[in-house]
């Protein structure tokens, strides 16, 4: 019972170059997520996808890019990566359940990537 | 904008202590409340949720609040044990996608 892959779990890039991280998930799940945790900082979400063929901004979408290629996976693109970009990324799905003020979201994440821009 | 604050960062209790963590949150307009674990150099873990329609939920040890008039949620563990020993987060959700507000985290050690 795999959960949610992320590949790779390390990455060391230097400024200017671009890079894929992937993220794939195997619970049948409609949405997706993107986020980035900074030392001192609450998780922030870059960009998400409600569901296959959509994605939305998040909170700090600046620099990236998504694809949504099917229901299982969801890629975040780094075209020109900063040292700023410098972070732990997490990707989670979730199947939401109901909606309104009743809505249950519950999200499953992945182990990370952890990636160093010099 | 959604604000969310944990408190106390860090924690340190002896085996066996029942514990509280603290969160708290700015807007009361929310439609659910996630605590999750994550313990070093690891993804998240969703430990409970809490619609915004309920006070309380529970699980094993577990005990979460919600007080939404208030903004505060409240994680409680029961008798810890050192594997509790991890970074708890609180995630606010207020509705929509994209709408949701990490906290910072608590760490806690549980001593042996």
């Known amino acids: 019972n795999a959960g949610v892959t992320q590949t790779p779990k390390f990455q060391v890039l230097k400024t200017g170059q671009s890079m894929t991280l992937q993220c794939a998930q195997d619970?049948?799940?409609?949405?997706m997520y993107w986020y980035r945790q900074d030392p001192g900082m609450g998780l922030r979400l870059i960009y998400y996808s409600a569901s296959e063929g959509t994605t939305d901004k998040g909170e700090v979408p600046n620099g990236y890019n998504v694809s949504r290629l099917n229901k299982r996976e969801f890629s975040l693109r780094l075209e020109s990566a900063a040292p700023s970009q410098t972070s732990v990324y997490f990707c989670a799905s979730s199947v939401r359940t109901e909606t309104g003020p009743l809505a249950k979201n519950i999200q499953y994440f992945g182990a990370g990537t952890r990636l160093s821009v010099l | 904008k959604q604000e969310v604050t944990q408190i106390p960062a860090a924690l340190s209790v002896p085996e066996g202590e029942n514990l509280v963590l603290n969160c708290s949150f700015t807007d009361s307009a929310i439609y659910n409340l996630q605590w999750f674990r994550q313990d070093p150099g690891k993804g998240l873990t969703s430990l409970l949720l809490?619609?915004?329609?309920?006070r309380e939920q529970t699980s094993g040890r577990l005990n979460a609040s919600l007080d939404k008039s208030s903004g505060r949620s409240t994680l409680y563990i029961a008798a810890s044990q050192p594997g509790d020993s991890a970074t708890y987060l609180c995630a606010v959700f207020s509705g929509g996608y994209q709408k949701v507000t990490f906290g910072i985290g608590t760490k806690l050690q549980v001593i042996p």
């Open positions: 809490i619609q915004s329609s309920q």
């Open positions: 619970m049948n799940h409609n949405s």
